[in-house]
């Protein structure tokens, strides 16, 4: 049982985020959201009884500014963190030759760079005993697809990085959850309509039950990557 008891969620507004929040509430963890859309923060806040700082709306964590001001509003909660999940994540699925270079660093800077900001903001937070460090890949980069080469050199980077990354802060007490759902039931794959029934996609409530399950376990060993596919 983890004696510090408080969660942050980045993208807790998507619906990975929000289901691993309601989760998190059950088993009694007191998450601390950030989100890009602050009516749907506020709709959080109510939902879960919030306290007006338990939850911070930014656009970015990787400018400067950005960066700044969400570890101005970490530091100042005076909190520290035995679980960090990275929800944040952007999709676009489109020919190389239809992207355009703003595409390509937009997508990059939320599904990559983001991941790194996240964890130098969540280490200085952490708790004494360890820190749980969450991401989330894509079963899709096991496989080249026509149109996926934006979203999955961002996920095959993330890949790496997690992989690397629990190589280095394992020793200090840090573990790094690397999940790689297939299609889940969100509003990314609206835009795909010959894609898989949504009736066979993963929903986030099954998602956010594995991976708080997990994160209670007393494990005497970690897998990198854990794969969780739909139908």
């Keep these: 049982m983890m004696k510090n ?6 993208g807790a507004t998507g619906g990975i985020g929000e289901a691993i929040c309601n989760e998190l509430r059950l088993e ?3 998450c601390y959201l950030i989100g890009r859309s602050a009516e749907k923060l506020t709709r959080l806040r109510k939902k879960y009884l919030l306290s007006s700082d338990q939850t911070f709306c930014t656009n970015s964590i990787t400018s400067a500014e950005g960066f700044q001001k969400t570890q101005s509003w970490l ?5 520290k963190f035995s679980i960090a999940i990275h929800c944040a994540g952007l999709g676009v699925m489109k020919r ?9 660093q937009a997508l990059m800077d939320i599904n990559l760079n983001s991941a790194f900001a996240f964890y130098k903001l969540a280490w200085g937070i952490r708790s004494t005993d360890r820190l749980e460090l969450v991401y989330f890949g894509s079963a899709s980069v096991d496989q080249a697809w026509p149109k996926n080469s934006l979203y999955g050199a961002s996920k095959a980077g993330l890949e790496m990085f997690a992989k690397s990354l629990q190589k280095e802060i394992r020793p200090d007490g840090g573990r790094v959850w ?3 759902p297939g299609s889940v039931r969100t509003g990314f794959f609206d835009q795909l309509p010959n894609h898989m ?4 996609m ?7 039950k594995i991976v708080v399950e997990n994160l209670q376990k007393k494990q005497t060993f970690f897998l990198p990557e854990i794969p969780i596919l739909s139908e």
């Design 202 to 208: 993963l929903d986030p409530e099954t998602i956010a």
């Design 28 to 30: 009694k963890f007191d």
């Design 197 to 200: 029934p949504r009736m066979k």
């Design 5 to 10: 008891r408080n969660a942050l969620i980045l």
């Design 178 to 180: 690397l999940y790689k």
């Design 96 to 104: 190389a030759s239809e992207i355009s270079l703003e595409d390509w």
């Design 75 to 79: 530091g100042n909660l005076k909190q």
